[in-house]
C-alpha cells in the first residue's frame, strides 16, 4: 500500500537534500573575520578573493561578486544597456527572477518557447519572437543542463542583441568543452543555499568585456565614483566579507561536492533506466554537453498514469522523498504578474512611453506540456548512493501503482 494512502513508506527517515559546507578552515576564517571587524568588502579580502576565483574556474575576465542571483541578472542587465522601450527574450519555462529581472530594468520580457529534450529556449522560437526592440537575451540553463549556446550566439550576432546567461542553477557545466556562464557576453550566478555553491544568499555576474565589468561594479554599489559622487543609477547589491568567505571556500570545494552529485544522479539514473521511455522520461545531456545536475527534472506519462500529476508528487514525497517537487508548475506568463501587467505600477513597462511593442503572453505549447507532467528531485551533494536507491524504489512504487 502506497504510505500517501496509509501504507509503510519506503523511507521512516525522509531524504533531505541540504548543502555541505563546514570546514575547519571556513570557521577559520569567518573568526578572523569577526576578530578584525571588518565585514565589507571595501576593505576586507574574501569577497575579492572570491571574484578572482570565480574568474579563473570559468575561464573570463571579470567577476563581480553580489547579493544574490536576481540582483546579479538586474545588474548585469542594466550593465549591457537594457532599459526603458527594449524587449528581451528569455524562458517562461524557469524561476521568476530570470524573467522578474528585465523587468527590474524597465524592459519588457518576452517569452519563447521551449525545446522538449532539454527543457531549454528554443533556438527556432527564440528566433521567431526577434524585433527591432529586442535587446537582448536571457539564456537560462535549467537544472544544470547548458542550452544551445552555438545556435542561440549565431541568432544574437545575426540581430545584434547582446546574450546574459543566467547560470543560477548551471555552475560546472559545459557545452562543447566550454562552462557555460563563460559563453555568452556577460553572465550571471546564483549562490543560494540550493545552489552548487553557496554562502546562503549569494551572487555574481562574469563577463569578458571590461566596459561592462566597470558599469556592473559601479551599478552593485550606488554608482559612486569617489567619495559621494554618483555617475549613474545603482543599488547596494553587495556580498559581505562573512558571505565571501564562504563562497570561496564552497568553490574549493566545487570538484569534491560535483562528483558526490554525479555518483548520487548516476545511481538514479541506473535504477530507473527501466521506467524510461514508458512511465517517464529524464531530459540527458546531448553527447556535447555536461550536465551540472542541481535538479533532475523527471517528465512522467501523464496519458499512462490514473492520478494527477501533484498527487503522484505527493505520494512519492510521502515515501519519504523529501526532496521531490514541481518545478515549474506555471509557464510564467499564465501567473498573475504577467497576467495583470501591474508591473512598476501604471503598467510599467508595458505601458511606458518609450515601448513601442505589443507583448502578446499566449501559451507556447512545449512550455505548458512541460509544466503539466515535470517532477523535480533536488540534487545535493549530502545525498548518497542509498538515497537514490530509495528514491527510485519510491518512485517505481508510486508510478506502478497508478499506471492505468
Ligand atoms: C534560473 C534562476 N535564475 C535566477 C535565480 C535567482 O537567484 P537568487 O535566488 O539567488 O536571487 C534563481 C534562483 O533560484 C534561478 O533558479
Known amino acids: 500500500m502506497l504510505a500517501i494512502e496509509g501504507g509503510a513508506p519506503v523511507r521512516r527517515e525522509p531524504i533531505v537534500a541540504k548543502p555541505v559546507v563546514y570546514s575547519e578552515e571556513l570557521v577559520q576564517a569567518i573568526a578572523e573575520i569577526l576578530k578584525s571587524g571588518v565585514l565589507t568588502a571595501q576593505h576586507g579580502k574574501w569577497v575579492k578573493a572570491f571574484e578572482a576565483e570565480l574568474a579563473a574556474y570559468l ?18 542587465l542594466k550593465a549591457i544597456g537594457v532599459g526603458p522601450g527594449d524587449e528581451v527574450i528569455t524562458t517562461p519555462f524557469t524561476f521568476a527572477a530570470s524573467a522578474t529581472a528585465i523587468l527590474h530594468a524597465n524592459a519588457v520580457p518576452i517569452f519563447a518557447d521551449i525545446d522538449r529534450e532539454t527543457l531549454n529556449l528554443d533556438p527556432a522560437s527564440v528566433e521567431e519572437k526577434i524585433t527591432e526592440r529586442t535587446k537582448a537575451i536571457v539564456v537560462v540553463h535549467l537544472a544544470g543542463m547548458p542550452a544551445e549556446m552555438d545556435q542561440l550566439m549565431k541568432i544574437a550576432e545575426r540581430y545584434g542583441v547582446k546574450v546574459v546567461e543566467d547560470t543560477a542553477q548551471a555552475l560546472g557545466a559545459e557545452y562543447r568543452g566550454r562552462k557555460v556562464g563563460a559563453i555568452g557576453h556577460i553572465s550571471t550566478f546564483s549562490l543560494y543555499a540550493t545552489k552548487h555553491i553557496t554562502s546562503g544568499e549569494g551572487g555574481a555576474v562574469a563577463t569578458d568585456v571590461t566596459a561592462y565589468a566597470e558599469r556592473a561594479k559601479l551599478i552593485r554599489a550606488h554608482g559612486e565614483v569617489g567619495k559621494y559622487s554618483y555617475e549613474i543609477l545603482g543599488y547596494n547589491y553587495r556580498m559581505t566579507e562573512i558571505q565571501g568567505a564562504i563562497a570561496y571556500h564552497q568553490l574549493k570545494q566545487l570538484p569534491e561536492m560535483q562528483k558526490r552529485r554525479e555518483a548520487y544522479v548516476k545511481a538514479l539514473l541506473d535504477e530507473l533506466a527501466p521506467l524510461e521511455g514508458d512511465l517517464l522520461t529524464i531530459p540527458k545531456p546531448k553527447p556535447y554537453m555536461k550536465h551540472a545536475w542541481h535538479l533532475v527534472q523527471i517528465l512522467l506519462a501523464m496519458e499512462k498514469l490514473r492520478k494527477p500529476r501533484d498527487w503522484v508528487v505527493e505520494a512519492i514525497r510521502a515515501e519519504g522523498v523529501g526532496n521531490i517537487y514541481v518545478a515549474y508548475p506555471t ?3 499564465k501567473t498573475p504578474l504577467f497576467q495583470r501587467r501591474e508591473g512598476h505600477g501604471l503598467g510599467c513597462p508595458w505601458t511606458c512611453p518609450y515601448y513601442k511593442g505589443k507583448a502578446q503572453y499566449e501559451p507556447l505549447p512545449n512550455a505548458e506540456w512541460a509544466a503539466e507532467r515535470v517532477a523535480t528531485l533536488l540534487v545535493m551533494p549530502n545525498l548518497t548512493e542509498q538515497d537514490a536507491a530509495d528514491t527510485a524504489t519510491a518512485i517505481k512504487k508510486v508510478l506502478n501503482a497508478v499506471r492505468r
Open 59 to 76: 575561464g573570463v575576465r571579470h567577476v563581480a561578486a553580489v547579493s544574490n542571483g536576481t540582483t546579479a541578472l538586474h545588474v548585469a
Open 331 to 333: 509557464p510564467l506568463y
